[in-house]
Each structure stands twice: as structure tokens, then as C-alpha cells.
């Protein structure tokens, strides 16, 4: 049974291996293999929810991919959520452009009828691309300190947009940025 669905921005391929890199880095050193093991694919996270209908969301989603383009993203820090699933994560440099193309993504959907959750909201969204959950909490310190290691800035494009249902993660669709044809 699903535990939720989410709408994931998708990396052009060298920027999605540089952050391949990262996972792979830590799961060589036994720090964190769960986004490996739940198949998952490098991604910020737009939007996420426990309930959504799929087929509701597929040509709001097609319709704003068509409108717009692929956008730029630099990731430039690493940080750590404040939770209990000690996620570690790549943060892009905010900018104009990344924000923006979520809070619209955000207004389409509303006008669908979709409540957007407190953590996903334009006020309170923290994009992120995460690297390791559930690290050990005596583990913390060493991985961060691999993932200073990682020459950044790692500069790149968002490409496409896809909703995805967990876990393990099964891609429902996705549309290149810019493109009426499916990714």
C-alpha cells in the first residue's frame, strides 16, 4: 500500500550523476543506502502528500511543464532537517527562478482544488535534494564531512517533473520541462 505521492523536479544527467555520487560515497562507507534501496532518483521535492488522486494531478502537471523551461540550479551547501529521519541534503542557492517555478506549480494546483500542506507552501517550502536518510545519529559528523569532500558548487538544469507514489518509489509519470511529450 502507498504512504504517499510526491511531484519531483528531475536533474539533467550530469547533474543527477553528481549527486549519484554523493549516495554512492555514502553507502560505500555503510553511512546510508535507503534512497538507494527504495529506488529512488535524484530530485528536489515540490510538493508531497499521503492522498492524492494521480489522474487529477497528470494534466496539471503536463500543462505546466509545457509552459515552462529548463531551469537553472546550483547546488552550493549541505545541510541536515531538523526531524527524526536525519536526512542530509545538497541545498540549491535560491534563487528567483527555482522559487517562482514553485509557487506556481503550487497556484495551478490549488485551482484544481489540491490543499498544499504547511511544509510545501510558498512561505515555509525548503528545496532540498537529499543524499542520506536515517543516518546514525554517531554518524552525523562523518557524513557531513564526506559530503564537504564533494567539489561544490554542482551546477546543472532541472529537466522534467514527474509524480511519483512511495514507497519503494514507482515513477506514475513525468513531462519534460518545456515539452508536451511525456519524459
Known sequence: MSQGYAIELYFDPA????????????????????????????????????????????????????????????????????????????????????????????????????????????DSWIPYCAVAQEVPRARMAEAFCVLRDLKLPVAGYAMDIGLVEFSPVRELFSFVLGNNVEA
Open 15 to 122: 547533474l543527477e550523476n553528481q549527486v549519484l555520487k554523493a549516495w554512492n560515497v555514502l553507502a560505500r562507507r555503510q553511512i546510508s543506502t535507503q534512497l538507494i534501496e527504495m529506488e529512488s532518483r535524484p530530485h528536489i521535492t515540490l510538493f508531497s502528500s499521503p492522498f492524492i488522486e494521480p489522474a487529477k494531478l497528470e494534466n496539471v502537471i503536463r500543462n505546466f511543464a509545457s509552459k515552462q523551461e529548463p531551469l537553472s540550479l546550483s547546488f552550493s551547501s549541505i545541510g541536515s532537517l531538523p526531524s527524526d529521519n536525519n536526512v542530509l541534503f545538497l541545498a540549491p542557492t535560491p534563487s528567483m527562478s527555482l522559487l517562482q517555478f514553485h509557487s506556481q506549480l503550487c497556484e495551478a494546483m490549488k485551482k484544481e482544488g489540491v490543499e498544499i500542506g504547511e511544509e510545501y507552501r510558498q
